[in-house]
């Protein structure tokens, strides 16, 4: 006989176990990694970090190294590596902006919709958590999987080439660039605002998973073509700006324009006429957060109750 | 001690009519059968009584804490096994308990110690770490009793827990129930419109339909005498009848025995005795009315036959 099979026994213990929400997140984040998609797009990101980690190291790190032997000096100086890093991360998260966006989808589309689906609902609506605190789960899940793929990587590269500065540089390099972090950690912020915020807000709406992903592209990858288009036109992409905010703003991140590339490529004057189709980071920011208001607002208010999935 | 008190419960969605009415009512402890047809309020007044569907006219309580100041500690006291197929998506049986037992508030390697333990007493011990939805109709009820049990409450909710089981998982399922009330102190409420089944388990039944509390009673009340006799007489039976109702007992066509009695040249009725009277009341009767009694029994009923006669009786009133 099994060592439990002798019966029903009662629980003794009086430890006190994690915040509601901090389990909830946990396990969210560890359950994404289930998902094949999100494995095969993971590894998409893994090779596209290392090409461009490997780019910035023959632009700045091998090339030193050689002048350094030929000529007996290094030819860097603290403009170009700028500019250069610059070039580089506005290209680096033009392709992290597609992977992201599918990584959001994928993630973000059974945050609550799979509950729903499931009729999970009243299995932890009956437990003593508030819905605040089963929704602030599942919102974090998705900023965790973006401190990867948006925050770290951009704050590598910028230390990366800080250290590739010569002797006795690093530190006033790295002090004069801090533009460079503030875009990046921009750029982290509105999308995780953004994302979370779509994400919530359509995965609240259906207990279809397949309706939350078909729509979300749609507003993440059709609106940022949409865009594309728009921004030939003159005079309407200003006002469209504004008026198509929430969607621009997810063009915005998909065609990774909210911060480091607006911040960097300002001036050229192609590149200026399709970013004044796309609000300006601090709005975009504001849009973003706006956006996650409401789709907090609409998962708890859909985790309050069990009426509908009763 | 009763578990559950409500005082005009009225739960109402949206514009149609109320799914439950102005219940008052008192559940006690043990093991209780809320009793119903489909449609009748049952899960209505679990979700109220629970917190799940705030928005209720009323008063509530469970284990004598209110339902809408408490809520939180109502559900670290009461386990829920919900009607509707639920799971978790993605996670194994031993992943999924463990988790929602973390939820409760279990550390996580209690909620995991308590997870194999409760997943091995409900029978699931073989299939822990197989994903839930690759488990059979009759796996997912034993997963859900595993996860309303995971934080030893004191108090278990049960909707239909025998849906969808075959007859060896059933009976498996009902000693498992039996267990917990008799050996460990549970409190078992459990929702059910298939009679047979609380029958074998219940301690008191409590009525419910379209709404409306119908009535409560104990079990053992059904093999009482209850002061129902089954009578069968042959010779002039309206005499007999005017003579029965002169000793206040009331009679009915005894509709099960109908059949058989005529084809026997008699006639069948169920007679109400009054407190005080017998069967020498009933022979004396039939002595003066010239009829002869071939039958006169007392009325057993079984948990079906009460049911439909507390509905019945209330419908004509």
């Known amino acids: 006989?099994?060592?439990?099979?002798?019966?029903?026994?009662?629980?003794?213990?009086?430890?006190?176990?994690?915040?509601?929400?901090?389990?909830?997140?946990?396990?969210?984040?560890?359950?994404?990694?289930?998902?094949?998609?999100?494995?095969?797009?993971?590894?998409?990101?893994?090779?596209?970090?290392?090409?461009?980690?490997?780019?910035?190291?023959?632009?700045?790190?091998?090339?030193?190294?050689?002048?350094?032997?030929?000529?007996?000096?290094?030819?860097?100086?603290?403009?170009?590596?700028?500019?250069?890093?610059?070039?580089?991360?506005?290209?680096?998260?033009?392709?992290?902006?597609?992977?992201?966006?599918?990584?959001?989808?994928?993630?973000?589309?059974?945050?609550?919709?799979?509950?729903?689906?499931?009729r999970a609902l009243p299995l932890y609506l009956v437990r003593p958590i508030r819905s605040w605190e089963y929704v602030l789960g599942k919102a974090l899940i998705l900023p965790r999987i973006l401190v990867w793929t948006c925050l770290l990587p951009g704050l590598f590269y910028y230390l990366l080439v800080g250290l590739w500065q010569p002797p006795g540089e690093t530190m006033s390099w790295l002090g004069g660039n801090l533009d460079i972090v503030e875009s990046v950690v921009m750029h982290f912020l509105t999308a995780a605002t953004s994302y979370t915020g779509l994400m919530l807000l359509l995965s609240a709406r259906t207990d279809r998973r397949g309706a939350v992903i078909a729509v979300s592209a749609a507003i993440i990858f059709a609106g940022s073509l949409l865009s594309l288009i728009m921004a030939r036109l003159e005079g309407l992409g200003q006002v469209m700006k504004?008026?198509?905010?929430?969607?621009?703003?997810?063009?915005?991140?998909?065609?990774?324009?909210?911060?480091?590339?607006?911040?960097?490529?300002?001036?050229?004057?192609?590149?200026?006429?399709?970013?004044?189709?796309?609000?300006?980071?601090?709005?975009?920011?504001?849009?973003?957060?706006?956006?996650?208001?409401?789709?907090?607002?609409?998962?708890?208010?859909?985790?309050?109750?069990?009426?509908?999935?009763? | 001690m009763d578990v559950v008190e409500l005082h005009g419960l009225t739960k109402s969605y949206g514009g149609r009519p109320p799914a439950l009415r102005d219940v008052t009512m008192a559940i006690p402890g043990g093991v209780v059968g809320l009793l119903g047809p489909n449609g009748a309020g049952k899960?209505?007044?679990?979700?109220?009584?629970?917190?799940?569907?705030?928005?209720f006219d009323g008063e509530a309580s469970v284990l004598g804490l209110d339902v809408r100041r408490d809520r939180r500690e109502i559900r670290r006291r009461v386990g829920f096994?919900?009607?509707?197929?639920?799971?978790?998506?993605?996670?194994?049986?031993?992943?999924?308990?463990?988790?929602?037992?973390?939820?409760?508030?279990?550390?996580?390697?209690?909620?995991?110690?308590?997870?194999?333990?409760?997943?091995?007493?409900?029978?699931?011990?073989?299939?822990?770490?197989?994903?839930?939805?690759?488990?059979?109709?009759?796996?997912?009820q034993r997963f859900k009793l595993a996860t309303s049990l995971v934080h030893d409450p004191d108090l278990v909710f049960l909707d239909e827990p025998l849906s969808g089981m075959d007859p060896t998982g059933r009976e498996e399922l009902l000693d498992l129930i039996r267990d917990l009330a008799r050996s460990h102190g549970k409190h078992v409420i459990w929702s059910s419109h298939i009679l047979p089944d609380v029958e074998k388990v219940a301690d008191a039944v409590v009525v419910l339909d379209k709404g409306e509390f119908h009535g409560r009673f104990q079990l053992e009340e059904l093999s009482s005498d209850r002061g129902h006799v089954r009578l069968e007489i042959e010779g002039e039976a309206a005499g007999f009848a005017a003579a029965l109702g002169e000793a206040d007992i009331q009679l009915v066509p005894d509709a099960a025995g109908a059949a058989e009695a005529e084809s026997s040249g008699r006639t069948a009725w169920i007679a109400t005795l009054p407190p005080g009277t017998g069967g020498a009341d009933v022979m004396r009767c039939a002595h003066e009315s010239d009829v002869r009694v071939r039958r006169l029994a007392p009325v057993v009923e079984n948990l079906e036959q009460v049911f439909m006669r507390i509905l019945g009786r209330e419908e004509s009133n």
């Open chain 1, 242 to 310: 504004y008026a198509g905010l929430p969607v621009n703003t997810v063009c915005a991140i998909a065609r990774d324009a909210v911060t480091a590339s607006v911040r960097t490529r300002r001036g050229d004057t192609h590149a200026d006429r399709i970013l004044s189709f796309i609000p300006e980071p601090d709005v975009a920011l504001m849009i973003g957060v706006g956006l996650l208001a409401l789709g907090l607002f609409s998962a708890i208010r859909r985790a309050s109750t069990v009426e509908v999935s009763a």
């Open chain 2, 43 to 55: 899960s209505t007044l679990i979700q109220c009584v629970l917190g799940l569907l705030p928005d």
């Open chain 2, 81 to 140: 096994m919900p009607e509707s197929d639920a799971y978790l998506p993605r996670m194994t049986g031993i992943q999924a308990v463990r988790y929602l037992g973390q939820l409760t508030g279990l550390p996580r390697n209690e909620a995991l110690r308590r997870a194999h333990e409760v997943l091995y007493h409900v029978g699931l011990g073989e299939a822990i770490y197989r994903q839930v939805k690759e488990y059979s109709t009759g796996m997912r």
């Open chain 1, 1 to 118: 006989m099994a060592v439990y099979a002798r019966g029903y026994r009662p629980y003794r213990g009086q430890g006190r176990g994690a915040p509601a929400w901090y389990v909830i997140y946990r396990e969210g984040y560890s359950l994404a990694f289930k998902n094949w998609g999100f494995r095969i797009i993971g590894l998409l990101f893994v090779v596209w970090f290392v090409i461009w980690a490997a780019g910035l190291y023959f632009t700045f790190g091998l090339q030193d190294q050689v002048d350094r032997a030929t000529r007996g000096v290094g030819t860097q100086n603290m403009l170009s590596a700028a500019s250069q890093l610059k070039q580089t991360l506005s290209i680096f998260y033009s392709g992290v902006a597609v992977l992201t966006g599918l990584l959001a989808i994928l993630v973000g589309a059974g945050l609550i919709s799979d509950d729903l689906r499931t």
